[in-house]
């Protein structure tokens, strides 16, 4: 493994459970799983840990990688620190128009399309509003400029001034640090959010370094990103936003370190305790979220793998619902009927296990699907629903765990639906196959043996449960590399050139030379720059993700060209293989289609 590290520590914390798993040489060697305190998180990962390395690699070096729902609960709870919005438009733009659901305060002054400093800020405006955000009570601070991607100079003119004036902010982001794209709406977004969560974040940083590092012999730390990378946790002080939603870039990361059908088309799904996840895999690539993470109606630039989350899980409520068919000769009264609605609330703890409300758990257990907790309890609780409905214990045991199918087989068609409805982009490039249906269906989670086999044979398609399909999040998160992405922006008619994600601005040599050739190898040499903090040393690791250039007229002639290229250091993942004598809890169960334990 990379730098002499043999052990490979992974922790997912999850919305129910806190998974952790070992890796050793690229096998599985221990996996365990605890109650997520969300209360305390770090507790909850030292748990984990501490049960993960029991009995291996004792005073041995380990790298930690960790999957954390801190930025993504701290956002959607709207319990991050509050925001004070600095925004420099420049003119013709409407704030109030976008919709952004928090205040932002605007500035005089502007850059325009192609970062020429058009006005200049006003000093004496800048420091009143930053003595009034001080006084306000705002503890973080969000810069904006519309182009500041093609030159921040306005960003960090105001950063200085914060600074030296001491305003007390805990952090201060700036929107060109974040993301080199355009998209001046999700740069404020995606500004707004990292700022608003960074105080937690410095905070959980500061407990990972008392509490977990000191006393082991951990080599690194890295958290898990959207888009299935990793970052270091000093990275994670600046830009904490790109840990949002990195659950299901777990759940992907998994799939693809764990999974037999490398290069299929295929639908990942992760049925958890509470929520299921549903990913896309195209020839072997995960599909990406082209503009952006979206998260609580925030539309942002954080580079994300595509997911739905939806609210089904094995402990979900069952609900009866229910409504009249009416028919002419029946008058008003019409017919009673009803059916059931898994979700999207969760029961609690499931029935067999000491809960008081049926779950899907239970009609899994009742049915001798799964075995977990007490049965007796489990068919007691189903057998009550289903007295109140007229059916015995089986049949309704048999009505919930086919109303939970139904719903999975919806949400997935529906998936499929949205994105044949738009073009596809995985990391490598956008993909216009002719047809991007699963081949197969890939399930990992607890529920996952009982409910995958069940759908993929109403969807006449093969499936596949993952080895340590309980624990694959965790693998997922071990599994997973170190990734970042620059954007390089060259005016050759100015002879200007940045990077705004490295707070580069610079001029460029000989610009009458500079064609498309050289700006792909400047944006590769500045991602390779960042690779290399990050560990990556290889540049077959590089890849450009995007490119745009085109020629400045003037008159009848050329004036120059203006190149755009990302260029980004390749989310990948480990292959991952089981020890040889696996037990019985980290099964590997083969793909079928017909039969429920997997032959064909």
Do not use: C
Not at 295 to 306: D, E, G, N
Request: no cysteine; glycine share 10%; charged share 20%.
């Amino acid at each position: 493994m990379e730098g002499g590290v043999m052990y490979i520590a992974g922790i997912d914390v999850g919305g129910t459970n806190t998974d952790a798993a070992l890796i050793r040489d690229g096998v599985v060697v221990a996996t365990a799983k605890v109650p997520t305190d969300h209360a305390h998180l770090v507790e909850s990962t030292m748990a984990a840990l501490e049960a993960v390395l029991n009995g291996h690699g004792k005073g041995e070096p380990f790298q930690l990688h960790l999957s954390t729902t801190l930025s993504t609960n701290a956002i959607i709870e709207d319990q991050g620190d509050p925001v004070a919005v600095l925004a420099i438009p420049g003119p013709g733009m409407r704030i109030e128009q976008l919709g952004l659901g928090f205040p932002v305060e605007l500035l005089r002054g502007s850059i325009d399309h192609r970062g020429r400093e058009v006005a200049g800020l006003n000093p004496v405006e800048i420091q009143q509003r930053l003595r009034n955000a001080h006084r306000e009570g705002y503890m973080a601070l969000a810069v904006v400029g519309k182009f500041s991607h093609r030159n921040p100079v306005h960003e960090l003119e105001i950063e200085g001034m914060a600074k030296v004036h001491d305003q007390d902010f805990r952090h201060i982001t700036l929107g060109h640090r974040l993301s080199g794209r355009p998209n001046f709406p999700r740069r404020l977004a995606t500004s707004y959010l990292n700022a608003s969560v960074a105080g937690q974040q410095a905070q959980f940083v500061d407990m990972v370094d008392n509490l977990i590092i000191q006393g082991r012999n951990i080599s690194s730390v890295y958290l898990l990103k959207a888009d299935g990378g990793t970052m270091t946790l000093k990275d994670s002080l600046i830009r904490p936003v790109e840990t949002i939603l990195s659950g299901p870039a777990a759940s992907i990361m998994g799939a693809q370190a764990l999974m037999m059908h490398e290069g299929a088309n295929a639908v990942i799904v992760d049925i958890g305790g509470t929520t299921t996840d549903i990913a896309v895999q195209v020839g072997g690539e995960a599909v990406f979220q082209r503009q952006g993470a979206e998260i609580a109606h925030h539309k942002t630039l954080v580079p994300a793998l595509f997911a739905r989350s939806m609210g089904l899980g094995g402990d979900s409520e069952v609900r009866v619902v229910e409504h009249r068919q009416h028919h002419e000769d029946q008058g008003e009264g019409g017919e009673r009927r009803w059916q059931l609605a898994i979700g999207p609330r969760r029961a609690g703890v499931p029935a067999a296990l000491g809960g008081t409300k049926v779950t899907p758990t239970d009609a899994a257990v009742a049915l001798g699907l799964a075995s977990l907790g007490d049965a007796t309890r489990a068919r007691q609780a189903v057998a009550g629903l289903g007295e109140a409905l007229g059916l015995d214990m089986e049949a309704m045991a048999k009505a919930i765990v086919d109303a939970f199918n139904r719903q999975l087989i919806e949400a997935i068609l529906g998936v499929y639906r949205d994105l044949e409805a738009r073009p596809v982009y995985t990391v490598s490039e956008l993909l216009a196959p002719e047809n991007i249906r699963p081949q197969v269906i890939v399930g990992l989670g607890g529920p996952a043996e009982v409910f995958i086999p069940l759908v993929a044979r109403s969807m006449d398609i093969p499936w596949e449960i993952l080895p340590h399909h309980k624990e694959a999040n965790a693998v997922g998160a071990a599994a997973s590399r170190p990734t970042a992405a620059v954007t390089l922006h060259a005016d050759t008619a100015l002879a200007t050139m940045t990077v705004p994600e490295m707070d580069y601005v610079g001029k460029i040599p000989r610009p009458v030379f500079f064609d498309l050739k050289k700006a792909r190898a400047e944006a590769t040499r500045w991602a390779a720059s960042k690779g290399a903090e990050l560990g990556v040393t290889e540049l077959d690791d590089i890849v450009i993700m995007e490119e745009e250039s085109f020629n400045l007229v003037r008159g009848f002639y050329t004036t120059g060209r203006i190149f755009t290229i990302r260029a980004q250091v390749r989310p990948s993942v480990r292959r991952i293989g089981v020890p040889s004598s696996q037990d019985e809890s980290g099964q590997s169960i083969p793909s079928g289609k017909d039969d429920p334990h997997g032959s064909n």
